[in-house]
């Protein structure tokens, strides 16, 4: 027997954000990123709609990104001063990932982080509060996933912290909350979604409906992703951009990810690279690495009128050029003596990464380096440069 893991509640099209009037409860905990949800006016429309539910509500803002484990404690202390019923991640995938570990922390305010990032560990939660996602980009899918990414500082290492208590209580998909997305981002995060739909489908977990969510994913993108990025008012474009990045979510929680994620925590980490920008240059390459594990590339090639697996790797590439994405690391501005003297520490990292499990093949650590320099240069990973 399996079991499909989703948001409790999910409401999706434009303007579903009006049903936060419809939520019962006293008091809420916003947090948010930036100032981006504050000068759109979607914060101030979030606020009235759950005053007009005869919610109190108190807002942490300023999540930053790639947001830290400090953080995280400081949005709990001020829970656990105002101790609210509902807790409502708005904004990107950082506002959301660290409103879920604030949740974590004001449910336990004993538990250590380091005590969280061994896969499913977290405590049962919903003892004090419910959870709702509002995502405001349309790539991680985190509003329906048991996933959250912090980041320890000290250390330099992007932990994914596991648990399908993290999974939301209430998702709304609203995509005319993506409006002001600026192209970048919309590029970065809807590459994102892309690499999800892949990386679920070639999982080595069977899930016949992660399946037809990663090929229904993988379409929508490859269909609207360029639009919404040249045409960034079109709501429809919008709307759908956001309805696959919850399909990619809700594949991935349920069949999880591979190495490309595994990669792309370390030199997010590391270097402050975009998630969904490494992604989009790791993406390829792994494909490459994986045929060999996995012959089911094919099938997500035909999805979008290709045949092979290497014609999947090739459109995944043109896409992410027509989006105006990087091809290499090295464009980020990386010099390769630093990219030398780091590339032990992140492929170790890499190959610890809870990803990894996932991957239909086994890596082993001169394998990871190997496509880590191919992804350096920007060039095709060639079995043949793995050392030893």
């Known amino acids: 027997m399996s079991k499909l893991f989703i948001a409790g509640e999910v409401f999706h099209g434009a303007g579903s954000l009006d049903e936060l009037k419809n939520i019962k409860g006293k008091k809420a905990v916003i947090v948010t990123g930036g100032s981006s949800m504050r000068n759109s006016g979607t914060l101030d429309k979030a606020v009235a709609y759950l005053n007009e539910a005869g919610i109190e509500t108190q807002i942490f803002e300023g999540v930053e990104e790639d947001p830290s484990s400090a953080t995280c404690l400081k ?14 991640g708005l904004g990107g995938c950082s506002a959301i990932d660290a409103a879920k570990i604030m949740w974590v922390f004001y449910e336990y305010p004993e538990v250590e982080f380091d005590a969280l990032i061994k896969p499913f560990t977290v405590p049962v939660l919903r003892n004090k509060a419910q959870f709702i996602a509002i995502p405001s980009t349309s790539g991680t899918g985190t509003e329906t996933t048991g996933l959250a990414v912090i980041t320890d500082r000290e250390k330099g290492v992007k932990y994914p912290v596991v648990s399908y208590e ?49 090929k229904g994913g993988l379409e929508i993108v490859f269909d609207n992703l360029k639009e919404a990025v040249e045409n960034p008012d079109n709501i429809q474009a919008r709307q759908n951009m956001h309805d696959a990045s919850f399909m990619a979510g809700l594949a ?69 050029s ?67």
């Open 75 to 88: 949005g709990a202390e001020i829970m656990n001063t105002f101790q609210p019923d509902w807790i409502i």
């Open 166 to 214: 993290l999974t939301p209580d209430i998702a709304i998909i609203d995509g005319e909350i993506c409006a002001s997305m600026p192209a970048h981002v919309t590029s970065n995060t809807g590459l994102d979604a892309l690499t999800h739909c892949v990386e679920a489908y070639v999982s080595n977990i069977d899930n016949n409906i992660a399946d037809a969510l990663s």
């Open 252 to 320: 991935f929680n349920n069949a999880w990810l591979g190495i490309v994620h595994s990669l792309s925590h370390q030199v997010g980490a590391l270097y402050g690279i975009p998630h969904g920008a490494s992604n989009a240059i790791f993406l390829p390459n792994v494909i490459r690495y994986n045929a060999l594990a996995t012959e089911r590339y094919p099938d997500l090639a035909r999805v979008i009128g290709k045949q092979t697996t290497e014609d999947l790797a090739q459109a995944i590439e043109t896409l992410r």
């Open 322 to 388: 027509e989006v105006n994405n990087q091809s290499a690391i090295k464009d980020f501005g990386i010099s390769r003596e630093d990219w030398d003297k780091n590339l032990d520490y992140i492929a170790a990292n890499a190959l610890a990464d809870p990803c990894t499990g996932f991957n239909p093949r086994v890596p082993v650590l001169e394998e990871l380096k190997a496509i880590y320099n191919a992804c350096y240069e920007g060039v095709v990973y060639r079995e043949e440069a793995v050392a030893g």
